[in-house]
């Protein structure tokens, strides 16, 4: 049987607005999966040096903004605030420079 999808009528955004929305969500998404791996091996690091410490509450804060940040434009359908682009390329940056620091 045929199905026909529509938009659902409450939501007013451009298909060009919808675009932006979706690849943020994805990259988010992508950025939370990518950077889980790295979050596990720096907790298990042995030592309770104050760098060891700080390592590891750096990490558990980029997890937890990561998915707030996830959480956030999952809830609105809409382009993404240049307040979550700025921090989405953020958090980017911190994955790649935590990354190096996960053995």
């Known amino acids: 049987q045929k199905v ?3 938009e659902d009528p409450r939501i007013d955004v451009s298909p060009a607005e919808r675009k932006q929305w979706t690849d943020a969500v994805q990259q988010a998404a992508a950025l939370a999966r990518a950077f889980g791996p790295i979050n596990d091996r720096i907790q298990k ?3 309770t ?3 060891v410490v700080e390592l590891k509450r750096q ?3 980029l997890t937890s903004r990561i998915g707030g940040l996830y959480g956030a434009l999952g809830r609105w359908t809409g382009a993404p605030t240049k307040d979550q682009l700025s921090r989405l390329a953020y958090y ?3 994955v790649k420079q935590l990354s190096t620091q996960a053995p």
């Open 49 to 51: 040096g104050a760098e």
């Open 92 to 94: 980017e940056q911190m």
């Open 59 to 61: 990490s558990r804060e």
């Open 4 to 6: 026909e999808v529509r």
């Open 45 to 47: 690091l042995p030592g």
